[in-house]
């Protein structure tokens, strides 16, 4: 039986955790405020100064637990893992495909049929169900747009085109994001894709659950035994982890934009928790950012059939079967990596 194991997210300024028995104990002011039994824990998060005992960390490190690092505001920082599991030669055979263009391409590919697809699937629902007959219009034409080129994505494309082709969607279904919001409060105006800051609220959010969808992914990736660093469709940069960038793609539409879209349109998530700094962007409050992991972690739990196992798991489980998927094609067990296109 498959088990998504939960995260455990941080947010309190000063909290302190250490291992007790075989719980972790959650601090803050030197009383306990949370304990959980570590067998249920995969993972985690802390965000801005929250402080760890050396036992607590050497605990996770021996069972597999992944520890990372992120700013208050969701930007990771640092990692920390334990001896790495898997084989080598997997390593070694994905350090061989990198390296190796018509390899690189492939993976690549897939990894941007399974984005557009999703695009797809989000615009189209979103069409279908919409009130606004011009909105309407515009979301199923980027839909078709995508669908036909989706159909006939030349199998002769470089490395190189086939970005520049995930680059050419990515900004058609950005351009018709506004759209698919249907709250009338200006705060929640999107405009277009910003980051590194966010200029309005909707990317605030988006940017935030992205950090969160990386690191669930760099997880997937270090667990399957896969270097997390070493992409097909991302190339190499320092600090940056390609593949669970590469595998991250698939899951953007389907796991991120649909929840912040539907904490928008269900009145959800409240303009006054956003504040714009001067030159520092648009920034979420405490009580906002902790919303959105709640939801976050509550979407993870939704049961999906996968598309190509045809199996019932959760949602969070599936980035772990992709990084499997991707490391079972890496040893030759497969002729293909199947992305996951949700229907």
């Known amino acids: 039986m498959k088990h998504h194991l939960n995260t455990l997210y941080v947010f309190t300024q000063g909290a302190y955790l250490r291992k007790e028995s075989e719980t972790v104990v959650v601090r803050i002011q030197k009383q306990p405020k949370l304990r959980l039994p570590l ?36 930007r990771f920082l640092a990692a920390v893992n334990g001896f790495t599991p898997g084989n080598v030669l997997l390593r070694r055979e994905q350090y061989r495909r990198a390296d190796d263009v018509d390899s690189s391409k492939e993976i690549a590919k897939s990894c941007v049929i399974g984005k557009l697809a999703n695009y797809r699937t989000v615009l189209r ?42 680059g050419e969607y990515s900004a058609e279904y950005f351009g018709v994001f506004n759209d698919l919001i249907t709250s009338s409060n200006e705060v929640f105006v999107f405009s277009g894709r910003t980051r590194r800051p966010p200029q309005d609220a909707v990317n ?43 595998l991250m793609e698939e899951f953007r539409a389907v796991l991120v934009d649909r929840l912040v879209l539907s904490l928008i349109n269900r009145g959800q998530v409240k303009p006054t928790g956003f ?20 939801t976050f972690q509550k979407r993870k739990q939704e049961t999906v059939t996968h598309p190509f196992l045809n199996e019932k798991m959760t949602l969070g489980l599936v980035p772990h079967i992709q990084a499997r998927l991707l490391a079972r094609h890496l040893r030759g067990d497969s002729d293909a990596y199947p992305p996951f296109a949700w229907k």
């Open 39 to 74: 067998l249920n824990i995969g993972a985690i998060v802390c965000f801005g100064r929250v402080g760890m005992s050396p036992y607590l960390m050497g605990h996770c490190g021996q069972k597999g637990i992944a520890i990372s690092y992120l700013t208050e505001h969701g």
């Open 125 to 166: 629902r979103a069409a279908r169900e919409h009130s606004n007959p011009e909105k309407q219009d515009r979301l199923t034409k980027v839909a078709n747009r995508i669908d036909m080129a989706l159909r006939t994505l030349d199998p002769t494309l470089t490395l190189d085109q086939l970005r520049g082709v995930e």
């Open 204 to 246: 605030a959010m988006l940017s935030f659950l992205y950090s969160m969808l990386a690191n669930d992914l760099r997880s997937a990736c270090e667990a399957a035994g896969l270097d997390a660093a070493v992409g097909f469709l991302h190339r190499d940069r320092p600090g940056r982890p390609g593949l669970a960038l590469d």
């Open 275 to 294: 504040q714009t700094d001067p030159g520092k962007g648009v920034r979420m409050d405490e009580p906002t950012r902790k919303l959105l992991v709640s």
